[in-house]
């Protein structure tokens, strides 16, 4: 049983010196790689470079999660950020790069299939397909494009009724009128614009925002 201990507690030590290495290295990087490549070569080049660097981050971070499922949706959530800022969100300022924003959703998805079952493992699932529907409108493939919506919209009704997937399912009504619009169905476009407003309202009553509380 001593000997269990001790390499429990020698494997913690590891982790937490590797994990304090990160933290000093990602401070070494903001402080001057970061700041040399904006004051150089601008900010597309300064995003390419902090896109690279938190890649690594959570690549690190997935392949340290083990069974540790909030680690393993950080890490998801990560992937989904970097693959926004890499080109999979037009709605955020990204650098055009939407052949590496697929393998970060794609990363995403693969971390939410090996969480447990359930509805944090659904929502990750979800904002994956999200993500890769945005990115096939955007290339013209729109039969895929509404298949990953549609996959997203189930798997987010499954996730329950929290506001997390109540937003996510705003999204991906967004999304859909989004798509019907650029097929040229105009009402079809309209009734899923219908729906997310309804969803927007329904989160705003459940969290106002502080320009709407009443006093």
């Not at 390499?7 to 290295?25: G, M, T, Y």
């Not at 990115?135 to 997203?152: E, Y």
């Amino acid at each position: 049983r001593r000997v269990l201990f001790r390499s429990v507690a020698w494997n913690e030590k590891v982790v937490a010196e590797a994990r304090l290495a990160d933290l000093r290295n990602s401070a070494t990087f903001m402080l001057f790689d970061l700041n040399d490549e904006l004051r150089k070569n601008g900010v597309t080049a300064g995003r390419k470079l902090l896109m690279a660097k938190a890649l690594d981050l959570f690549d690190k971070m997935a392949k340290d999660a083990g069974s540790d499922e909030d680690l393993k949706q950080k890490a998801a959530y990560g992937y989904m950020r970097v693959g926004d800022i890499q080109g999979g969100n037009p709605a955020v300022p990204n650098i055009g790069d939407t052949v590496s924003a697929r393998k970060s959703y794609a990363k995403e998805l693969e971390l939410g299939q090996a969480m447990k079952p359930g509805p944090m493992a659904d929502i990750v699932i979800a904002n994956s397909n999200v993500g890769m529907g945005r990115l096939d409108t955007l290339s013209g493939a729109l039969s895929a494009a509404g298949a990953h919506f549609q996959t997203a919209m189930s798997l987010y009704r499954a996730a329950g009724d929290s506001s997390e997937a109540r937003h996510g399912m705003m999204v991906v009504s967004e999304q859909l009128g989004n798509l019907q619009k650029q097929k040229g169905d105009l009402q079809a476009a309209t009734g899923e614009y219908s729906q997310s407003l309804e969803i927007a309202r329904e989160l705003e009553q459940l969290h106002p925002s502080p320009l709407t509380q009443s006093d």
